[in-house]
């Protein structure tokens, strides 16, 4: 189940947040102490879902406002009302929490426990003592400082679920966001989902359409794989998209989540028994390839990998930004004796640089600020290296952008002079957001065939894709997520 925390600061807000919230929760939680002056009998009559009621005290990150007393009446009052469940903590005093607890049907009370500062390494100990106390569900929901306190979460929601007891295991902060996305895989009773960025209860909340649309926790996950994209940052990627939608359209149990990785040996180490394959982006294109059992003789003369599979309990890594260049530029021309300048000298201009070679083509790299990072590209692809500025002077039958330059937010830039642009160029952006960058939009005003970045990122993901499933994927379908996206 999806709850969504109305959160309005009035009794106007919280009820178009309720009108809202229930095209995509399952259930509602009113924060009495985010809403100022409430009339929780109105609120109640407002919402069709079942709703939970929390008046969180400041100790335990809340906004409440009054006496102790107040708020255990609070609570008490909605109990009354009828209302579905109520969470109260179970740092709540001795001497208003056993009455509160002793004194209602225990089916419908949430015992909730919260830790803003860290996860505890061994959650065991809390969770016994926690069911040792009346409540028929139990809340745990504690910050991560790792990535690997998700694997304590999900842990202690397995244990749970074998001893049929109902429990809400989540991480708080950016680094516990895969848990929101994966407790109710696991068994959890609810994860919590925001009405849309800016109105989180919590750090780490996503909005709950995403939780409901692209992850679909609410559907029957059985016999799941892991799958997901490594970075840092990775906020940014659209991998999640796609690959879920991917395997929503071939019926797939399986989900694809982004981890934001810190520290990539530690990374590996916990999880590689977790997840079934990965995405790596920036800065862990070449710092995993000596983590991994074996490297795809493309990936090992690029020296990047950016795609990792597990064949035979062994990790194998690939690189399919090379073959998702190369094939959208054979969809447009022979690269065999072009003339093929490339402006960037990063991962990715190497990548493609390494498959035009082996295609035949006539290869120029260019630099601007970093001419020694440049150089040694150049002389890698034993090419010809020239300065940026003087990338217009040469005989052109290509030009690719493999550098950030026209990336949004800054769309109004661009790496290569309108000027220099000729009518029979063939003009590649490797940058997909925006869909059509500056440079394509003057490259398509001079009469030059365009290649959208979108073609690279969806001939690299489908090839991820097939290796990690052995089926063929939805390769349309992908496409027509990812342009829906950028549009």
Not at 94 to 119: A, G, K, M
Not at 306 to 326: L, M, P, Q
Request: proline share 4%; aromatic share 8%.
């Amino acid at each position: 189940m999806i709850c969504l925390p109305i959160v309005g600061s009035s009794m106007a807000k919280a009820f178009d947040q309720i009108t809202a919230a229930e095209k995509c929760a399952d259930i509602l939680e009113l924060r009495l102490d985010l809403i100022a002056n409430f009339d929780l009998k109105e609120l109640l009559n407002a919402a069709s879902k079942p709703i939970i009621v929390t008046a969180r005290s400041k100790l335990d990150g809340g906004q409440f406002k009054g006496a102790e007393e107040k708020r255990i009446g609070v609570l008490n009052h909605a109990l009354e009302l009828g209302v579905n469940y109520v969470d109260i903590e179970v740092s709540t005093s001795r001497e208003y929490l056993q009455p509160f607890l002793e004194s209602h049907d225990t089916s419908r009370i949430i015992l909730s426990y919260h830790d803003f500062s860290h996860t505890p390494e061994d959650l065991d100990p809390l969770y016994e003592a926690m069911n040792a106390l009346p409540g028929e569900i139990k809340k745990i929901v504690t910050y991560a400082r790792d990535l690997s306190d998700n694997l304590k979460i999900l842990k202690l929601l397995e244990r749970a679920k074998n001893e049929q007891k109902k429990l809400i295991g989540l991480c708080m902060g950016d680094l516990g966001e895969i848990s929101r996305v994966l407790s109710p895989l696991y068994g959890g009773f609810l994860t919590f989902g925001s009405l849309e960025r800016g109105q989180e209860s919590a750090p780490g909340q996503m909005p709950a359409n995403v939780l409901k649309n692209i992850y679909r926790v609410n559907d029957l996950h059985k016999d799941f794989k892991v799958y997901g994209v490594i970075g840092n940052p990775v906020s940014k990627s659209m991998g999640y998209l796609i690959h879920n939608r991917a395997f929503q359209e071939i019926k797939s149990p399986d989900i694809y989540v982004s981890f934001l990785v810190e520290n990539l040996e530690k990374f590996f180490s916990d999880f590689k028994h977790f997840f079934s394959g990965l995405s790596v982006t920036m800065p862990a294109k070449e710092s995993i390839m000596p983590l991994l059992d074996r490297i795809d003789e493309t990936a090992k003369n690029i020296g990047a990998v950016n795609t990792v599979v597990r064949e035979d309990n062994k990790w194998v890594g690939y690189n399919t930004d090379c073959s998702g260049a190369i094939m959208a530029l054979e969809a447009c021309t022979s690269l065999k004796n072009k003339n093929i300048l490339i402006l960037g000298s990063g991962g990715t201009a190497k990548a493609i640089g390494h498959g035009i070679k082996q295609k035949g083509g006539i290869l120029t790299v260019t630099y601007n600020r970093n001419k020694d990072r440049a150089e040694f590209l150049a002389n890698e692809l034993e090419c010809e290296l020239i300065a940026c500025h003087d990338a217009g002077t040469r005989p052109i039958d290509i030009l690719i952008n493999c550098s950030p330059v026209g990336m949004s937010p800054k769309i109004n830039e661009t790496p290569f002079l309108a000027r220099d642009l000729r009518r029979e160029m063939i003009v590649f952006d490797v940058v997909y957001n925006p869909l059509e960058t500056k440079l394509i939009r003057e490259a398509k005003a001079v009469g030059c065939k365009v290649i959208l970045g979108s073609e690279l990122f969806i001939n690299q993901a489908v090839q991820q894709f097939e290796l990690w499933t052995g089926q063929t994927a939805p390769a349309e379908v992908m496409r027509e997520t990812l342009i829906e996206q950028l549009c």
